[in-house]
């Protein structure tokens, strides 16, 4: 339930609660290969199949 008085930190403070080690390293993993991808991905093919990746999920980048 979202109230005026949510926070980052009361949310990291219910992640804390809510998810196991292993289900928080899982999300860790997969957001720090998402960063890779995206960061040092540079082959033109792949860049342009991720952009079009992005406007099929209703991304909206230019």
């Known amino acids: 339930m979202s109230t005026a008085n949510d926070t980052v930190h009361g949310r990291v403070e219910q992640a804390r609660?809510?998810?196991?080690p292993t289900q928080a390293a899982a999300g860790l993993a997969?957001?720090?290969a998402?960063?890779?991808a995206l960061l040092f991905v540079q082959e033109p093919t792949l860049h342009d199949s991720m952009?079009?990746?992005?406007h099929a999920a209703g991304v909206?980048?230019?």
């Open 17 to 20: 609660m809510e998810l196991t």
């Open 30 to 32: 997969f957001v720090a």
């Open 34 to 36: 998402l960063g890779f």
């Open 51 to 54: 952009h079009n990746f992005r």
């Open 60 to 62: 909206t980048c230019h």
